[in-house]
């Protein structure tokens, strides 16, 4: 409780009833200090994330702006196969408006922890490393790896191997994304690679001869080539990446920080629920995602994190 003027007001009359006012006064404020404190046991009086969302009837996420996983529409709003889940799933925990905030991509684990958003919307992989600092729903997709090259692949890219193999070759890779660490564990240098702020600016680079192949999954890619439309660029096949001899699974969710394990949980639960249902693929067949839905069956964080 802050002192106002009601606290220190000046009392006429004699000394000895100024002394009693101030006194009354000081016992009053602490016990209204003491209610008050009792208020902010819940975490600041307001509440949990998911309390105070489902009393205002509103959320925000965090997204990229990578397609199809989470982008802008011509109106600005977030859209997506990420955003488009995660509205279905608000909207039954009766969370029906939803802002976003768009973000790079490695700004998004800092983004969500300094409280700039609540979820991480982006269909972002879910991998040890990521879940030392956050929480992660169970995936709602899998999908393989992939590269766009010159048409023709003239420098044979297949793999991240292929990349270390040959020191002429140069990647652009979005900043933050698991495809920067797969480079670096195939033995690709530092010199072979440029990070970009989006997949968009490493597309570019792409189409402008700055760099021979650009790294992603690869609905990301051919998101990315169609964006583009350019004829002399073409995606390679998909392809899983493989780490001290086993498949690295490249697996996508949502994110949450570590205080809110309600939100996690609520989140979660309806997501088990949309999956078993086969509820997601509706939502999000006109984003291109088809077999990468079903390859998420079965698949949970608790795994991934520890793989």
Known sequence: MSNDQSVFRRFAGRPL??????????????GLIACGDDDDDDGGGGGSTLEKAQEDGVITIG????????FAD?????????????????????????????????????????GRFDIIAAGMFIN???CEQILFSD???????????????????????DIAANPDIKVGIPTGGVEDQYARDAGATDDQITNFDTLQDA????????????????????????????DGLEATPGFDVVIDGKPASG?????????????????NDKL???????????????????DEVDAAKGRTAEELCTE
Do not use: W
């Open 63 to 70: 997204f990229a702006n990578e397609a199809p996983y989470g």
């Open 272 to 290: 088990i629920a949309l999956k078993d249902s086969d509820g997601i693929r509706p939502l999000v067949e006109e984003f291109g995602f088809d």
């Open 128 to 130: 040890p490393g990521r």
């Open 74 to 114: 011509s109106s600005g709003e977030a859209t997506g196969e990420a955003p488009t889940v995660a509205k279905a799933i608000l909207a039954e925990l009766g969370i029906n408006e939803v802002v976003s905030v768009v973000v790079p991509f490695g700004n998004l684990i800092p983004g969500l922890e300094a």
């Open 251 to 267: 697996c996508g969710g949502f994110g949450f920080r570590k205080s809110d394990d309600d939100l996690h949980k609520a989140f």
């Open 203 to 230: 597309g570019d680079a792409l189409a402008a001869g700055r760099v021979d192949a650009i790294a992603a999954t690869s609905l990301a890619i051919q998101a990315e080539l169609e964006r583009l439309g350019d």
């Open 139 to 161: 995936p709602d997709y899998c999908v393989p790896q992939a590269f766009g090259v010159e048409a023709g692949n003239p420098m044979g890219i297949m793999t991240f191997d």
């Open 17 to 30: 009833m100024i002394g009693l006012s101030f006194v009354l006064i000081a016992v009053l404020s602490l």
